[in-house]
Antibody, heavy 117, light 107 residues
Framework: EVQLVESGGGLVQPGRSLKLSCAASGFTFSNYGMAWVCQAPTKGLEWVASISTGGGNTYYRDSVKGRFTISRDNAKNTLYLQMDSLRSEDTATYYC??????????WGQGVMVTVSS | ETTVTQSPASLSMAVGEKVSISCKTS??????MNWYQQKSGEAPKLLISEGNTLRPGVPSRFSSSGYGTDFVFTINNVLLGDEGIYYC?????????FGAGTKLELK
């Protein structure tokens, strides 16, 4: 059974950093691209970043470029999102998701990030 | 960036009716459109992937059509358990972009 479990969320002050993790199981992690998608409270879905199977190719939405870094450790079956210089508008639930082609076929349960002083 | 315009924003339907949701893209994306269902308090679930391909285990009441810039998602014989928010997502070019969502309520 495919499982994706996010962790690392919480309350953080503006300008500070947070690192999210996503532990994957039930499939060969190194064979799949992965992505992070966020959802602000009562809002819709927004793609944040994605990473290729080996980690050599990464992609970001404009609003997080230079502040967020997506990475992966295939030996640990774990996806990461390093979030620096956080802003109030980054407040959201962050989901990790497995990529199958361009689709996101499995999603974690999500982790909440709140940026507030 | 490809803009995805989804309509309507909300629907109120009776059990057994047919639901239709539209997504229009600002660029030609071939058939690289995906459809997700999100129930209250849950993560999104992929229903239909690129090429109008129904995911394994998803009832055949769900379907989609379209190519290029115009896409339609359909639920035939809608059931009470279909309540939720439905999103389209284009995966033809980066950044992947989602529609704003359609909230489906059952009367």
């Amino acid at each position: 059974e495919v499982q994706l479990v996010e962790s690392g969320g919480g309350l953080v002050q503006p300008g500070r950093s947070l690192k999210l993790s996503c532990a994957a199981s039930g499939f060969t992690f190194s064979n799949y691209g992965m992505a992070w998608v966020c959802q602000a409270p009562t809002k819709g879905l927004e793609w944040v970043a994605s990473i290729s199977t080996g980690g050599g190719n990464t992609y970001y939405r404009d609003s997080v470029k230079g502040r967020f870094t997506i990475s992966r450790d295939n030996a640990k079956n774990t996806l990461y999102l390093q979030m620096d210089s956080l802003r109030s508008e980054d407040t959201a639930t962050y989901y990790c998701a497995r990529q199958r082609g361009g689709s996101l076929d499995y999603w974690g349960q999500g982790v909440m990030v709140t940026v507030s002083s | 960036e490809t803009t995805v315009t989804q309509s309507p924003a909300s629907l109120s339907m009776a059990v057994g009716e047919k639901v239709s949701i539209s997504c229009k893209t600002s660029t030609d994306i071939d058939d690289d459109m995906n459809w997700y269902q999100q129930k209250s308090g849950e993560a999104p679930k992929l229903l239909i992937s690129e090429g109008n391909t129904l995911r394994p285990g998803v009832p055949s009441r769900f379907s989609s059509s379209g190519y290029g810039t115009d896409f339609v998602f359909t639920i035939n014989n809608v059931l009470l358990g279909d309540e939720g928010i439905y999103y389209c997502q284009q995966s033809d070019n980066v950044p992947d972009t989602f529609g704003a969502g359609t909230k489906l309520e059952l009367k």
